[in-house]
T-cell receptor, first 116, second 112 residues
Framework: ETGVTQTPRHLVMGMTNKKSLKCEQH?????MYWYKQSAKKPLELMFV???????ENNSVPSRFSPECPNSSHLFLHLHTLQPEDSALYLC???????????????FGPGTRLLVL | SQQGEEDPQALSIQEGENATMNCSYK?????LQWYRQNSGRGLVHLIL?????REKHSGRLRVTLDTSKKSSSLLITASRAADTASYFC????????????FGSGTRLLVRP
């Protein structure tokens, strides 16, 4: 195990539903990430939080809303999704020093999302 | 985009053989990392090579980096069936701390 957990592991939702994905890291890290992995496409960075501040929003549609209440928890709130949003959503964390680079990211197992 | 591109897209080898995967990228980087992903699971970090390094080893893994050609290779020696997975390179740009750009991956199948 990598020290990053995600719930639920699988989720099926209709286009009018509201659901949330949860990520928790037990590594004492300060940076957390959401990625989307679709079939036959490279991993896409969605959001980055560093010391609870959002530092990256990679042109993600507003139907995806992240929340980082503390450095250990990250949520992705989902609302009125489209079938093309079906994918594996991966959370990751890294040390997140203020001036850091050369950081390794630790990934959770992902949430497999199917939008009907 | 400095997206990494892996080559080949898929590789099938016999157990005990060596597997070589290549990655190319487009812009200047701080480092290049290789990750492994078992089917439908999260990614696991394998190795990080800095822009001023040319070669790095970790167990059966050997990574090379050629910044003049903007390319890297991952060599897995004496492969095992358990090495079957997808392998991704990821680059951290010089102006993009915390932001990794992943390639499309190489699917490796090691036949017993």
């Amino acid at each position: 195990e990598t020290g990053v957990t995600q719930t639920p592991r699988h989720l099926v939702m209709g286009m009018t539903n509201k659901k949330s994905l949860k990520c928790e890291q037990h590594l004492g890290h300060n940076a957390m990430y959401w990625y989307k992995q679709s079939a036959k496409k490279p991993l896409e960075l969605m959001f980055v939080y560093n010391f609870k501040e959002q530092t990256e929003n990679n042109s993600v549609p507003s139907r995806f809303s992240p929340e980082c209440p503390n450095s250990s928890h990250l949520f992705l709130h989902l609302h009125t999704l489209q079938p093309e949003d079906s994918a594996l959503y991966l959370c990751a964390s890294s040390q997140g020093e203020r001036e850091a680079s050369q950081e390794t990211q630790y990934f959770g197992p992902g949430t497999r999302l199917l939008v009907l | 985009s400095q997206q990494g591109e892996e080559d080949p897209q898929a590789l099938s080898i016999q157990e005990g053989e060596n597997a070589t995967m290549n990655c190319s990228y487009k812009t200047s980087i701080n480092n290049l990392q290789w990750y492994r992903q078992n089917s439908g699971r999260g990614l696991v970090h394998l190795i990080l090579i800095r822009s001023n390094e040319r070669e790095k080893h970790s167990g059966r893994l050997r990574v090379t980096l050629d910044t003049s050609k903007k390319s890297s290779s991952l060599l897995i020696t004496a492969s095992r069936a358990a090495d079957t997975a997808s392998y991704f390179c990821a680059t951290e740009g010089v102006d993009s701390s915390y932001k990794l750009i992943f390639g499309s991956g190489t699917r490796l199948l090691v036949r017993p």
